[in-house]
């Protein structure tokens, strides 16, 4: 892999994406890229529920109408494939399609638990609260990414990022910025913030020619961030 430094704007921007892209997950959301890019990069879901606001799991479980046993990840391999014939009632074990005692075609599917025999069926999940509601969040994501910045007269590390924003990325709405920030050791930091929390920290700047003019760039220090140090790692914004 090229090192970072190498990597031309376009496919550094893309980099930094997918690196937050990754975080996203971690926190149970879904990721999805818009068609056409109109300034937002992701469409993120996820599922809570409306009680206690855990994440909402929207897998089927797979349990024992017997016994209790949940056999929903690893122990499907342990679920005996089981038919009975619809006509004499005759119990048979694999993918048969003929019932060795009549020949009859009739068969039904009975998946049955390796530990009592019992029947295994598909029930919806509900929370460990006890709740069996849950909703879906949705939000608009726009990744702006940097690097260190070099100086180009001496080459040297300046210990800033930087960053371009413009009057067009203030989306109104559930829409949220996500600065990637990757320093010398390839390491990266992310700033979370709501379209409203910029514009706060912005203050009167907000207003100055440059920013309309699309020349706003915003520079702050590496090592704390500046201003938007408070926005590191808050991805419970999202939330």
Known sequence: MP???????????????????????????????????????????????????????????????NCGKDFSKSLKKDIIAKKICRDCGHEMIGNKILCSNCKSRELLNKPTCDDCDGEIEMIKYTCEC????????????????????????????????????KPRDLIKGKHYFIWCLID?????????????????????????????????????SASNFGKWGKFLDKFEKLD
Request: with cysteine; charged share 30%.
């Open 130 to 165: 006890g709740s069996s509601n849950y909703e879906t969040k949705f939000r608009t994501i726009q990744v702006k990414s940097s690097r260190i910045e070099i100086d180009k007269k001496t080459g040297k590390n300046k210990n800033t990022y930087a960053v371009d924003m």
């Open 3 to 65: 090192d970072i430094s190498e990597l031309s704007e376009k496919h550094f921007s893309r980099y930094g994406e997918f690196l937050v892209s990754f975080e996203l997950s971690k926190y149970g959301w879904n990721i999805y890229n818009p068609v056409y890019d109109e300034y937002i990069d992701f469409i993120i879901h996820k599922f809570i529920c409306k009680d206690c606001g855990k994440l909402w799991n929207q897998t089927p479980a797979l349990v024992c109408k």
């Open 184 to 220: 010398t050791k390839d390491m990266p930091h992310f700033l979370v913030m709501s379209v409203k929390d910029f514009e706060e920290t912005m203050g009167n700047s907000l207003k100055g020619i440059s920013f309309f003019k699309d020349q706003d760039r915003q520079h702050f």
